[in-house]
Structure formats: structure tokens, C-alpha cells
């Protein structure tokens, strides 16, 4: 379906991103593929999580949703439509290995290769995410990410689907966003497996860190590309700067953004025993994995992070306010794209050398949206949100961030995790009851974007 132009300026500093910089656009399996019961698949924590009475806020199971598992090429053709130079999406550990361990499922590993292959016939790169949440029901109920056996049996499954793509994908995420699995998976409970273990959940840093530095090896001795990790980060904002708010930002910035970072880029985790963090569960020769160098570092960016000291008493020392005067997304979420240039900066300055090029691996934003439509829909907030985001990502480049790509959140309207169908992301209208897909004004926005920065 051709969608009509819409008349937007353009984000400041296009220009000086470069004709090398490079436009993506990402989805993740669980989100997207449907036919859980159709094609290959083994029970994943997710499959388990929709299941729970309550968990899920519309109830729904993330059936059919987009269908990709079956309508992929459709994907393809809108990806070859829209002009980006990558596309990430991920592969489901869940499909590929059902019981978490044994070798890969034939089925499963051939419908990803058609896949690739339909992409770099159209000229689009495949970029994968081997890891995006998709935990193997089997692995959790041996420990899941709180045992450190995980992390080698994900190194095992990174090996079959690195033996069955790696002649045709060269460039890959290990884990995505560490720090949602650890805070919201297995500390407060919102997401899968909805475990509700507070500060006796940070044993899931190490132990992610550690499969993400296994799986780094045995891409770099299977010789297939270029490798890194992605998280969520966030500019964190104290909410005044009387000392004990300034100190309650500190302890989330350790926890949220720190605990993850300084040691995939200093080899040392910081020290949290001010704020009542335990100690890492670290081998001999864990830390050296972890921080081998990576060809990225991706970052996942949504919205800045207002925090305040925590009440006397309470359980963790800080609370995180609303924003102060800031519109927001569908989701609430505050829309500040200055903070991203701020995050941007603080990365670079804060690291140094040891940082190396940055790939923004998601951003992007729901708005309230029909569930059904006849035609192309007007979704000028997402335009803005996501013009005001490249902007300030030039503007970061432009004082020195070696930023390298943007990539939007998402392609298409998707299972957005406990939020059911209720968010949409999407730059292309999904139907969630007939997988019809319905390209928005943001699609061509942003393809011709795309091909503006080219010329």
C-alpha cells in the first residue's frame, strides 16, 4: 500500500549524521511470529507468563497478532519499501532449542534461513538479536538467568544458530536489554518469569553479562561478523538537588545504567555497598569474558528517569517521580529528546576509549491508535517524536558521540509484553484479529527520511 507523503521538516543536523550513517528499523520474535502452536516451538517463560491470571493487562496471548512466522515476506517487502539498511529482528531460543539444551530444531533453524535469505535478496542487511527474552521454560525452572549454567547453555544455542546463519548474517546483538530482565523479570515481577526478588535478583546481571561475553567468543572463533550487546539506558534526573534526592539518582544510575555498563567497558563492576547492592557472583576469568571488546555497543533509549529519595523505611532508597512538564507517550512516558543527547554525551565521556561505536538499537513511541482502519492513519506525534529524537541524536554526534545508526521501535504494531495489544509502536498498523498490515504516515516519513540522507 503507498502511503501519502506528509509534509514534516526535517530533524536538525541530518546532514552531518553522513551518507554512511545507517537507518534500521527492529522487532523481536515473541512480538511478531504468532503460531506458537503451528510452527516449531518449545515453551519459553513468556509462554508461561500469558498464561497467568492477571499478567497480561488485556488479556491477550500474542496470538495472531502480526503472524510473521507465516507472513514474513510481507515484512520483507514493506522493509524493501521503507529503504533501511538493516533490519533487526530475533531469533527464538524457545523455537530453536525447545528444552533449552540438545541440538537445534531443524524446522525452526531452516524457517530463520529463509527469512535471511529473503532479506539479502532485498537488499536489506540482517542484523540479529539472539537473545530478547525469550528464556526457555525448561532453563527457568532449573534457576533460569539467577543459576549461572544459563549462560552456557546459551552460549550452546548461540552455536547451532551460528552454524546454520552465520554464512549469511554478519552482525549480531548477544542480549537484549539485560536491565529489564533483571528490574522488571525477576526483581519486581512485571515482566516474565514475574519473580519478585528485589535486590536477591542482581545474580541475573552477572549472570547475563556472562553469556553475552561466552556468546561474543564463539562468534569471534566461528569468525561470522561483528558482534555487541544492547540495553536500555536512561538519563537519570533527581528531583531537586537537595542531597538526598541527588544521592537517591546516584543509586538508580548505578543500578540501572552502571551495573551494567562498567563492566562490559571497564572490567570492574561498581561498588554498591553504599546502597545495600551485594557483590557480583564473579569467577576467575569472568570479568575478562565480559569485557573483551565488542565491534558496538547499543543502546536502547526511550525516555529520561526523575528520582527521588525514597521514604524512611522503605525497601530501595530512591522513588521514581513523573516528570516535571513534559508531554508523554500512549505509554505515560515522558518525551524529552534532549536527554538523549545528554545520555549520548555521558556514555562517551564517562568511558572514553573503552566505548566503542554506538548503534542505537531502539527508539520510538505508542500513541492511542484504532485497533481497526481502511486506510494509512495520520500518526504526526510519532513523526515528531521520532524527528525530535534524531535531531538530538545529531546533536550528540555533533559534539562528539560516535554514534553510527538509529533504529526505530518498531516496524510493525506488535505483542507489547504484559501490555498486550493495547500499545502500537508500529511505523505499520497491524490488525491484531486479521494480521493485515496497514502502512502509517511515520512509514513514509520515515522512508523518505531515509532517502533524503542518502542523497
Given amino acids: ?17 553522513g551518507r554512511s550513517f545507517r537507518w534500521s528499523v527492529a522487532t523481536a520474535a515473541f512480538q511478531i511470529e504468532g503460531a506458537r502452536a503451528a510452527g516449531p516451538a518449545g515453551r519459553s517463560i513468556w509462554d508461561d507468563y500469558v498464561e497467568t491470571p492477571g499478567a497480561i493487562i488485556d488479556g491477550s496471548t500474542a496470538e495472531p497478532g502480526p503472524d510473521s512466522w507465516h507472513r514474513w515476506r510481507e515484512d520483507v517487502s514493506l522493509l524493501a519499501e521503507l529503504g533501511v539498511d538493516r533490519y533487526r ?50 532453563l527457568e525452572r532449573g534457576g533460569g538467568w539467577l ?4 549462560a552456557f547453555r546459551f552460549a550452546d544455542y548461540v552455536r547451532l544458530v551460528v552454524d546454520a546463519l552465520g554464512d549469511r548474517v554478519r552482525s549480531w546483538y548477544t542480549i537484549n536489554e539485560p536491565v529489564s530482565t533483571t528490574l522488571q523479570g525477576y526483581a519486581i515481577g512485571e515482566l516474565a518469569p514475574g519473580r519478585r526478588l528485589l535486590f536477591d535478583a542482581l545474580p541475573t546481571v552477572h549472570h547475563q553479562l556472562l553469556a553475552h561475553g561466552l556468546a561474543q567468543a564463539v562468534i569471534r572463533e566461528s569468525g561470522a561478523g561483528e558482534v555487541g550487546i544492547v540495553n536500555n539506558h536512561t538519563t537519570v534526573v533527581p528531583a531537586s538537588d537537595r542531597p538526598a534526592d541527588r544521592a537517591a539518582a546516584a543509586a538508580y544510575d548505578l543500578l540501572h545504567n552502571r551495573l551494567f555498563a562498567d563492566p562490559l567497558l571497564t572490567g570492574a563492576y561498581p561498588d554498591g555497598a553504599s546502597f545495600g547492592l551485594p557483590d557480583q557472583p564473579v569467577a576467575d576469568g569472568d570479568l575478562a569474558l565480559i569485557s573483551a571488546p565488542s565491534d558496538f555497543y547499543g543502546v536502547n533509549y526511550y525516555n529520561p528517569t526523575r528520582v527521588g529519595a525514597a521514604a524512611a523505611g522503605a525497601t530501595v532508597p530512591f522513588e521514581l517521580l513523573p516528570a516535571d512538564d513534559a508531554p508523554v507517550t500512549g505509554f505515560g512516558w515522558p518525551i524529552v529528546p534532549a536527554a538523549l543527547t545528554t545520555l549520548l554525551l555521558a556514555l562517551s565521556e564517562r568511558y572514553g576509549t573503552a566505548l566503542p561505536p554506538l548503534v542505537i538499537g531502539e527508539n520510538g513511541a505508542s500513541f492511542p491508535e484504532p485497533d481497526t482502519v481502511t486506510g494509512p492513519i495520520d500518526d504526526g506525534p510519532r513523526i515528531d ?11 550528540a554526534v555533533r559534539a562528539g558521540a560516535d554514534v553510527r545508526e538509529y533504529t526505530v521501535w518498531s516496524l510493525l504494531d506488535n505483542f507489547e509484553w504484559a501490555h498486550g495489544f493495547t500499545q502500537r509502536f508500529g511505523l505499520v498498523h497491524v490488525d491484531h484479529r486479521t494480521s493485515t498490515r496497514t502502512p502509517k504516515a511515520s512509514f513514509g516519513w520515515y522512508r523518505d527520511l531515509i532517502a533524503q540522507a542518502r542523497a
Avoid: N
Wanted: charged share 20%.
Fill in 1 to 17: 500500500m503507498t502511503v501519502p507523503p506528509r509534509v514534516t521538516p526535517s530533524p536538525q543536523g541530518l546532514s552531518e549524521l
Fill in 89 to 138: 529482528f530475533s531469533v527464538s531460543w524457545a523455537r530453536v532449542q525447545p528444552e533449552g539444551l540438545g541440538p537445534g530444531d531443524a524446522k525452526a533453524l531452516d524457517r530463520y534461513r529463509r527469512i535471511v535469505d529473503d532479506l539479502c535478496a532485498a537488499g536489506v542487511v540482517p542484523f540479529v538479536t539472539l537473545y530478547h527474552w525469550e528464556l526457555p521454560s525448561q
Fill in 147 to 150: 543459576a549461572r549454567d544459563t
Fill in 385 to 395: 517524536y521520532l524527528s525530535q529524537h534524531i535531531s538530538a541524536v545529531a546533536a
